[in-house]
């Protein structure tokens, strides 16, 4: 069995939730974002020194590697920008994690995010130009809006049962 993936927007919880199955399923976990900060710095700086190309060059990177080995990979939100990272990802049991603005947007700290910090409301415009290439790489989906961690888990291993 290769990994189990999760993609979705900035937000959806993929790292949260992506700990909480690795532990459940007592496999590793890994997260492409911590793997390209821990040897490059923080995204946010990536993304003002070296620009967006840069550091989506350094995520693809950081993928191919993650799928690589066995567990739950969470994925930063862009991930599927790229036609490769696409074609990768359907070769895998990757499971997207749905949400919206509204939720996203009490939860997160903006600051924080590169892409949303001067425009918290582009989420959505970010969110609708990505949707079709989540589902188009994905087996499954699961909703994490305004919904329990506890749900979301059942809803979550339930899924990903199909394919370990």
């Known amino acids: 069995m290769g990994p189990i993936v999760l993609v979705g927007p900035m937000g959806a919880g993929k790292t949260t939730l992506g700990k909480r199955l690795a532990k459940i399923l007592d ?3 890994v997260d ?10 923080s995204i946010k700086e990536l993304f003002a020194t070296k620009g967006e190309a840069h550091f989506r060059d350094l995520e693809s990177a950081a993928l191919a590697r993650a799928l ?6 969470a994925t ?39 892409l949303l910090k001067d425009n ?11 949707l079709q290439f989540y589902k188009e790489v994905s087996v499954a989906t699961v909703n994490t809006a305004n919904t329990s ?14 394919y370990v």
Not at 82 to 110: G, P
């Open 27 to 29: 496999l590793p976990f």
């Open 32 to 41: 492409t974002d911590k793997m390209v900060t821990s040897e490059h710095g």
């Open 68 to 73: 690589g080995g066995k567990g739950v990979v």
């Open 76 to 114: 930063g939100g862009g991930i599927v920008l790229s036609k490769a990272n696409r074609a990768l990802l359907t070769q895998n049991a990757t499971i997207f994690l749905d949400t919206n603005m509204e939720f996203v947007l009490r939860s997160l700290n903006v600051s924080k995010r590169p």
């Open 120 to 130: 918290p409301e582009s989420w959505e415009q970010i969110y609708q130009d990505r």
């Open 149 to 162: 961690v506890g749900a979301i888990m059942k809803n979550l291993e339930t899924e990903v049962r199909k």
